[in-house]
T-cell receptor
Framework: AQSVTQPDIHITVSEGASLELRCNYS??????LFWYVQSPGQGLQLLLK??????LVQGIKGFEAEFKRSQSSFNLRKPSVHWSDAAEYFC????????????FGTGTLLAVQP | NAGVTQTPKFQVLKTGQSMTLQCAQD?????MYWYRQDPGMGLRLIYY???????DKGEVPNGYNVSRLNKREFSLRLESAAPSQTSVYFC????????????FGPGTRLTVT
């Protein structure tokens, strides 16, 4: 079965520092991958997605992610973090089959220090 | 265009009480989903509806029932609430055609005492 692992439960970075959030997936074929962000008390918002093609994908709010098949990874990056980026981030993969089900990782909570 | 809406935003129930969480989308999406979110566990799928008239169990369906009332609305019912159902519940929808992107509602925070 497909699965997603986010090994970092909690990360703290300083404002202006770079950020990388890790995501590893388990999937036999080419995966369809997503990163979502959840601000406190809010629903989930899509940051970016990868289906095929260029392995470096750009998203909203200055985020990007790189798909690396050899490492089964889809890490999220941002060159300079803003205080407003403090949130929980979820990686997800489409479950195979005829439905559009997503399998989510357990999330990484990002704190931003001034 | 409101997207995905959920009611209520907050609810407190006593053990054994029942309630229905409402979800509606105005994006003409075929597929709709109910998730629960618990600390350290991410989002887990409770039930989903691939299209109007169909529903299927997800990862954690026990204690829940769903109704796909029409294309817009997908409700989640707790017949006899238990403290283990204390959670934040999210409804989501996705468009047909293989986009796979899901759009989420703002959530319902449910506490069962």
């Amino acid at each position: 079965a497909q699965s997603v692992t986010q090994p970092d439960i909690h990360i703290t970075v300083s404002e202006g520092a770079s950020l990388e959030l890790r995501c590893n997936y388990s999937y036999g074929a080419t995966p369809y991958l997503f990163w979502y962000v959840q601000s406190p008390g809010q629903g989930l918002q899509l940051l970016l997605k990868y289906f095929s093609g260029d392995t470096l994908v750009q998203g909203i709010k200055g985020f990007e992610a790189e798909f690396k098949r050899s490492q089964s990874s889809f890490n999220l990056r941002k060159p300079s973090v803003h205080w407003s980026d403090a949130a929980e981030y979820f990686c997800a993969v489409v479950d195979g089959g005829a439905t559009n089900k997503l399998i989510f990782g357990t999330g990484t909570l990002l704190a931003v220090q001034p | 265009n409101a997207g995905v809406t959920q009611t209520p935003k907050f609810q407190v129930l006593k053990t054994g009480q029942s309630m229905t969480l409402q979800c509606a989308q105005d994006m003409n999406h075929n597929s709709m989903y109910w998730y629960r979110q618990d600390p350290g566990m991410g989002l887990r799928l409770i039930y989903y509806s691939a299209s109007e008239g169909t529903t299927d169990k997800g990862e954690v369906p026990n204690g829940y029932n769903v109704s796909r009332l029409n294309k817009r609305e997908f409700s989640l019912r707790l017949e006899s609430a238990a403290p283990s159902q204390t959670s934040v519940y999210f409804c989501a929808s996705s468009a047909p055609g293989g986009s796979y992107e899901q759009y989420f509602g703002p959530g319902t925070r449910l506490t069962v005492t």
